[in-house]
């Protein structure tokens, strides 16, 4: 039905950038939300931000908040973490993640990619 396929993952020093992507692909009817999720090994998958596509209203965790900025381009049907400023405790795996609905749960995963953020 749907696809995601990330990239953008990699090494980075404390205080530098990267930038996350993830296209999707299949049938998505333009209600629905994307959105970004991280996970350590032994650790709770964590939020870290969301956008709704038809409206761009974005949301960010308050531990990224002022530092990643979420975006999304509806002619490549690709969302974007841009993640600056990055700390180690940023260290993780990353997740986009598509919500069919704005108003149920994300329901599409893509296949992660990793962090590392280095001191």
């Known amino acids: 039905q749907v696809q995601l396929a990330e990239s953008g993952g990699g090494l980075a020093q404390a205080g530098g950038s990267l930038r996350l992507s993830c296209a999707a692909s299949?049938?998505?009817?333009?209600?629905?939300?994307r959105g970004w999720f991280r996970q350590a090994p032994g650790k709770e998958r964590e939020f870290v931000a969301s956008?709704?596509?038809?409206?761009?209203?974005?949301y960010v965790a308050d531990s990224v908040k002022g530092r990643f900025t979420i975006s999304g381009d509806k002619a490549s049907n690709t969302v974007y973490l841009q993640m600056n400023s990055l700390k180690p405790e940023d260290t993780d795996v990353y997740y986009c993640?598509?919500?069919?609905?704005?108003?149920?749960?994300?329901?599409?995963w893509g296949q992660g990619t990793q962090v590392t953020v280095s001191s």
């Open positions: 993640a598509l919500a069919t609905s704005v108003l149920g749960p994300f329901d599409y």
């Open positions: 956008i709704k596509w038809s409206s761009g209203t974005t």
């Open positions: 299949g049938l998505i009817f333009g209600r629905d939300a």
